[in-house]
């Protein structure tokens, strides 16, 4: 696996993030890698008033409050555009010390201009200081060690190349299913993937660009593959009846793995532990069938 100093020194880009949501999500766990900060929280919820502040934050007895910008384009921001945000985290409660904006904006000359003066104008009048990170910021802090736990939940593509990860890929789950929300079975498993490549193995190359699930409970093995249309994973309760006896855990454990919308990524993240749970109706539904 590739060391964050390893992926500088080859120079791959970084690639922006283009999902308001993903990216607030990012700075969040940016800021809680940070040992000096504590109280990290989001601001409310969608629809709710948030006086210009997205995640709020306290650092050495401070409260600071965070904007997160997503900018598709590299037009600078306008002054018009940074007061206006200014404005309304005047009236974030408890005051702010410090206002920071982070954007997926590239640095940009005319904007610093815009965050110099008006920061000026804020201590003029005694309120909080205001200052700006850019793209290249946040990517000097996403290189940092205490963060590379964060690069990676947010760039695992990076780690997922067939000459560093080897052949097969897989990790170790705990699966608690349930009906109603409440828990009934639990299964240890391990989960797989086995990467496609050019291959020249013969007739077992017809396991590549398949996942594999390993019950651990029975040691039993099975496979099952991707949708060629959605390239969803693909798992009907028959495809693994070879690994699970019962036709009710088959049948939830199949409905749990095509839930995901990429369950290549569900594989790489660092996600050990899962519920499944489907409602009375659903299982007398399934039990109509057998």
Not at 29 to 46: D, F, Q, W
Not at 123 to 139: A, H, N
Request: charged content about 30%; some cysteine.
């Amino acid at each position: 696996m590739m060391s964050l100093g390893e992926i500088m020194e080859i120079g791959y880009e970084i690639p922006k993030i283009e999902d308001a949501v993903i990216f607030e999500k990012l700075i969040k766990e940016i800021l809680n890698a940070n040992n000096e900060i504590e109280n990290v929280n989001i601001n409310g919820r969608s629809g709710q008033k948030q006086d210009g502040v997205d995640i709020f934050y306290k650092k050495h007895g401070s409260w600071i409050g965070v904007q997160c910008k997503v900018r598709s384009t590299n037009k600078h921001f306008s002054k018009d555009e940074l007061l206006s945000e200014i404005v309304k985290a005047k009236s974030f409660n408890p005051k702010l010390s410090k206002y920071y904006i982070y954007t997926t904006l590239s640095r940009d000359a005319v904007t610093q201009r815009f965050v110099r003066e008006i920061d000026d104008e804020l201590c003029k009048s005694e309120e909080f200081s205001l200052e700006m990170l850019f793209w290249e910021e946040i990517k000097e802090i996403l290189m940092k060690k205490e963060c590379e736990n964060v690069f990676f939940r947010y760039y695992n593509r990076f780690f997922k190349d067939n000459l560093t990860i080897g052949q097969a890929i897989g990790k170790l789950v705990n699966l608690d299913l349930g009906f109603n929300e409440k828990h009934d079975t639990h299964y240890e498993l391990i989960l797989g993937t086995i990467p496609k490549n050019n291959g020249n193995g013969g007739n077992v190359d017809y396991y590549r660009g398949t996942y594999f699930i390993v019950n651990l409970n029975c040691n039993k093995m099975e496979f099952f593959k991707k949708a060629f249309e959605s390239g969803r994973a693909e798992c009907f309760p028959s495809d693994i009846a070879s690994a699970f006896d019962c036709e009710i855990d088959r049948y939830r454990i199949s409905k749990w793995i095509e839930s995901f919308e990429n369950f290549d990524d569900f594989i790489y993240e660092d996600v050990r532990n899962c519920f499944f749970s489907i409602d009375t109706e659903e299982s007398l539904e399934f039990r109509k069938q057998l």
